[in-house]
Every structure is written in C-alpha cells, then in structure tokens.
C-alpha cells in the first residue's frame, strides 16, 4: 500500500497540522502518555534515571527501508524495531522514544493512521512509550525518525571497541535474504543483549545491520582479520530462496544483504565455549553460532571477504 493518495479529502493536508497531531495521538492511544510526559509540550519529560543514559536515532524513508510491498502497520513497527536493536546491541534496556515526521501533502490518512498503530502496537509490546516528536512538510516524500532513548541494565556497557585477537566470533539466528521479508518481521534481541551484557567472557558486540563482511571490520582488533568458516555462517531459508534467482550464492547473501538484526559479538579465546553455549541454550530458543575467529592473517580456506562490501550509505 502507497503513503500516497491523489484524493484531496484523505491527505494530511486536509487535516492541516493541528488536526493531525490530534489524530495522532488517537492513533497511539495508550502508547503515549498524558501530557506533560507525551505528546503535547515543547520537550518530553522522562523520570530521572541512575543508570547510564543510550541514546540511538534511525529512520524508516520511503523507497529506501520500505515500498508498497509493506503493510504501514508493519512500517511502524519496523520503525521502533530497528532501534530498539541497537539499544540490544549495547545490552541495554528502552525507556522512551520521539518521532519525527517528514510528510508530503499527499500522504495518505489512511496509511498514516495504520503506520502508527503498528508504531503503538511495538511500543506496548517492548513497553516504549512514545513521548513526543515532530511533524513537518517536505515535499514528495515520506520520512519517520524515531530517536530513542534507553538506559544500561547492569554495571558494564558492551560497545563495539574490546575485542582482541584469537577472540570467538558468535552471531545469533540466521543470516541473509532480509528482502524477502525478515527486515520487518525481525525480533530485536533485547534479552539476549541483556543477559550477554552479564557475560564476562563477551568482548564486544553490535547489531547486524549492513551486512556480515561490512559490520565484522566494526569489531575487528587492529592488526586482526575475520577467520571466518564458510559452513559455520547460519544461511538463512531466505538466503536460499534468493540465491536460486539472484545470481549469487546464500553465503553471499549472509555476508551481504544487511538488515538481518541479529547480535554479531566477540568471546574471549579461553571461553569454554561448551559450557558457554549450554548456558545459552537454557536461556533461549534463538540459535547461537560460532562462525570463526580473529586472527592475524586468514587462510584460503576462510571466508574471502574481500570482494563483499555490505551496505555502505553515500556510495
């Protein structure tokens, strides 16, 4: 379904902005407090917190993270998702988020209507309140931008800097073929992040977002290079699906499609990895995968990453 409309009486122009800012917080309902602390005031007010503040920013743009293939509702929902990954990724925990929208005069009511109810439908599932935001006009397009702010859930924060050399590379489900799909319907990992944020033995981690062969340098000691086993990369069903038409193999596809929102993080060489991964498996359902490690030099028999780049913006 379009954002777009070419009838005059269903755009957000003729609402005009007052009306639409009123709509908006019918469409949240409960997923917005009462004014002062939602929509309504100049600022936001959250409760004072004595944990370490995260703040993460990303949006959802029309023609780049969505088409017409995806339902508004899941465009809301992907929206509050995909920072809410991020906020895993340090092993934290969401608090409150703002939303900032770039509309053009012919975005739908309709479709706007649904978007934010899947946005609400999110924020009551990983308890995010959405506390305020913005709307402006901007022609011929559609823009959601939804900063959100979490706090640690322990003493530590995991960042991506920590790894060292010899150190396990772990990711967690499956890889590849987002497109079809996964780059909505996706779980952020935010108990998982939690519980390895408890880890002592966990380095580094982030959240998979432009790819394996791209986001793996994020992590990558200086002087270390991915050792990466190609039968260790947990292929995807979609990264199958999409090898048998794309020309390309379901590893490239792990290595390069990006948007899988899965945890990519670093365990010390001398991790009993065995007893690691028993730990894991009581805790959770989501596979877990040791993929390789960082090493000084890799092999032929590795992984070759050198041909795949990943997502990259601006280029």
């Not at 508004?72 to 409150?96: F, H, T, Y």
């Not at 580094?204 to 990466?228: E, F, H, N, Q, T």
Request: aromatic fraction near 6%; hydrophobic fraction near 40%; include cysteine.
């Amino acid at each position: 379904m379009s954002p777009f409309t070419d009838k005059p009486s269903e755009t957000v122009s003729s609402l005009g902005e007052l009306k639409l800012i009123a709509a908006i917080r019918r469409w949240l309902g409960d997923a917005t407090p009462a004014t002062p602390f939602g929509i309504g005031d100049d600022c936001a007010v959250l409760p004072a917190s004595s944990r370490r503040q995260l703040v993460t920013v990303d949006p959802v743009i029309y023609g780049k993270h969505f088409d017409d293939s995806v339902s508004p509702r899941a465009v809301g929902e992907k929206l509050l998702k995909r920072n809410l990954s991020d906020i895993a990724a340090m092993g934290g925990r969401p608090r409150a988020a703002v939303i900032a929208l770039a509309l053009d005069a012919t975005i739908s009511t309709r479709w706007l209507a649904a978007f934010y109810r899947g946005l609400a439908s999110a924020s009551r599932r990983y308890g995010v309140p959405i506390v305020g935001g913005d709307v402006s006009q901007q022609s011929g397009r559609f823009a959601a931008t939804l900063t959100l702010i979490g706090e640690t859930s322990s003493d530590r924060v995991l960042t991506r800097h920590g790894a060292k050399t010899g150190d396990w590379i772990y990711v967690t489900g499956t890889l590849g073929g987002s497109l079809l799909g996964h780059h909505h319907t996706f779980t952020p990992r935010l108990d998982e992040g939690r519980w390895l944020v408890t880890r002592p033995e966990v380095h580094s981690m982030m959240d998979l977002s432009d790819g394996l062969a791209k986001d793996l340098a994020a992590l990558a000691p200086k002087g270390a290079v991915p050792a990466l086993e190609a039968a260790a990369i947990p292929l995807s069903p979609a990264a199958h699906r999409l090898a048998r038409t794309s020309g390309h193999t379901a590893l490239h596809h792990a290595l390069d499609d990006g948007e899988d929102y899965e945890l990519l993080f670093t365990v010390t060489s001398c991790t009993d990895r065995a007893a690691f991964e028993s730990s894991w498996k009581r805790k959770f359902k989501t596979r877990l995968s040791c993929i390789g490690r960082f090493a000084r030099t890799a092999s032929a028999a590795h992984v070759n990453l050198q041909s795949i780049h990943g997502y990259e913006h601006l280029r």
